[in-house]
């Protein structure tokens, strides 16, 4: 997401010359024609980034090895020992190379060559982070000893080829890789910020690498309340999350909960915490700090887009993408939030919706080429008393109403109902469609 570039980026130092010969001396390492040079302490470099990888695993030699649900056990507390047990040569591929080209795949084990310990690594890996490389290297590990994929059936992957796991029970690649995520971020004596990296990583793949749910995961809404409370519902229970949203900030509108990637792939946000801290759930500050006081006052919400974040003012929507900043002006001088909605049926997925108190809605272009090309913001026009709605189930759709209160949507029937429990509940609005169980908590 080139939404981070916004947030405060902190340096990561480079991985020493001394570190990346020992991880050269891991494995035999070769290279196809066409990869890429070695570049010594350049991020965008296949090399550097995947022995920056192995040269973190290299230094988890005693990580946290409680078992329970979380950790099956598969590891252990020295990582490197499976991945050596299993990984005999890395093949460094071309961008051109068709495996990484058509899949966008970071790595992958050719099916016959499972069994002798090759693994071939693509480009595509420089984008993410040095923790996230030891994870798949381990993954691929997994496939040495036949684990296959299978199509993902639901969740953030639902179109991709094939990217899941039947269940995490079944100790596959996936359940490796989460599992090392896991063991991480559960050693106290590593630094915070990759416990935290590790643990928003685990969380994600849990939800969506697993065609069946996980730890007692099910799916529905966090519901943030008036008084600053979230709330899990799952269309009959609605059950209080350990956490708050801290005093002075908003949520912000969202579409993912659970992290959001900033630049190069670092997870800036997370949930699921018994205690939250203060940037987690909000993205304000460091918007807020970019903002005149006068501009502060009018603050309203922010959304982060694929390629873009908004930030809204009573009367403004400026946008921050590529480095560069464009403010509009919007035909209202109360605007609310954006309206969160998440493939609804009633609300046209390419535009962004913005709400205002006298519940009219603004639809805006949802794209940065759209967006950075105007002089002015053409407002498409529509009205939805709504401040989110999402789609949940093959036949309905959760809201909340300008008024705060939770309503389900019978798409078929195209009836609006009072959700089931909830009606003493007054909503600030819906966080996100979310997957959560009482058991993350204790992650
Ligand atoms: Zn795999």
């Known amino acids: 997401m080139a939404a981070g570039a916004v947030h405060a980026q902190a340096e990561d130092a480079c991985t020493s010359e001394a570190q990346i ?15 890429t040079d070695y570049v010594h302490c350049d991020d965008s470099n296949l090399k550097y980034k995947a022995w920056s990888g192995l040269s973190l695993l290299s230094t988890f030699d005693d990580l946290a090895n409680e078992k329970d649900g979380f950790d099956q056990g598969i590891l252990g507390r ?4 499976f991945l050596q047990e299993r990984v005999k040569r890395v093949i460094f591929d071309s961008p051109a190379e068709q ?85 991480v971020s559960r050693t ?24 069946e749910l996980p730890l007692d995961l099910t799916s529905g809404a966090a519901l943030a309340s008036d008084r600053g409370e979230v709330v899990f519902y799952d269309g009959a229970t609605p059950t209080k999350m350990g956490g708050k949203v801290p005093e002075g900030f908003k949520m912000s509108s969202r579409r993912d909960l659970t992290f959001v990637d900033g630049a190069r792939s670092r997870s800036l946000k997370y949930g699921f915490k018994a205690k939250f801290d203060d ?32 930030v809204l003012l009573n009367d403004t ?62 407002v498409l026009g529509d009205s939805l008393p709504l401040l989110s709605i999402a789609n949940w189930g093959v036949q309905e759709e959760i809201a909340v109403r300008l008024t705060g209160e939770v309503v389900i949507y019978d798409v078929g029937a195209k009836k609006w109902a009072p959700a089931p429990k909830l009606e003493q509940f007054k909503a600030e609005r819906m966080v996100a469609p979310y997957i959560w169980s009482k058991k993350l908590e204790k992650l």
Not at 78 to 81: A, E, F, N
Not at 147 to 155: A, P, T, Y
Not at 279 to 298: C, G, H, K, N, Y
Not at 342 to 360: N, Q
Request: glycine share 4%; with cysteine; net charge negative.
């Open 78 to 81: 020295r990582p490197l020992d």
């Open 317 to 378: 929507l400026i946008v921050w993408a590529n480095g560069e900043t464009k403010r509009f002006s919007l035909p209202t001088t109360k605007a609310r939030s954006f309206l969160i909605s998440e493939a609804s049926s009633l609300i046209k997925s390419e535009v962004l919706h913005v709400v205002d108190e006298s519940s009219r809605v603004f639809a805006l272009p949802k794209t940065w080429s759209e967006i950075s090309t105007a002089s002015e913001l053409r």
């Open 21 to 35: 010969e020992s991880a050269q001396r891991l494995f035999a390492f070769e290279s196809l024609p066409g990869a």
């Open 99 to 183: 495996f990484c080209n058509e899949s966008s795949a970071w790595a992958y084990v050719n099916g016959e060559d499972h069994e002798a310990g090759i693994l071939h690594l693509c480009p595509a890996i420089v984008d993410t982070t040095p923790l996230y490389i030891a994870a798949i290297f381990l993954h691929e590990a997994r496939h040495m000893n036949g684990f296959v994929h299978e199509i993902c059936e639901r969740g953030g992957f639902l179109r991709g080829t094939s990217g899941c796991d039947k269940s995490f029970e079944q100790q596959g690649a996936h359940a490796v890789d989460v599992e090392f995520l896991i063991k």
């Open 279 to 310: 940037d987690d759930f909000v993205s304000e500050p460091d918007f807020l700090a970019a903002l005149t006081e006068d501009e502060r006052r009018m603050y309203r919400d922010t959304f982060e887009a694929d390629d873009f974040t908004a």
């Open 188 to 211: 106290k004596k590593l630094a915070p910020s990759i416990r935290k990296e590790a643990r928003s990583r685990a969380i994600r793949n849990l939800i969506a690498r697993f065609n």
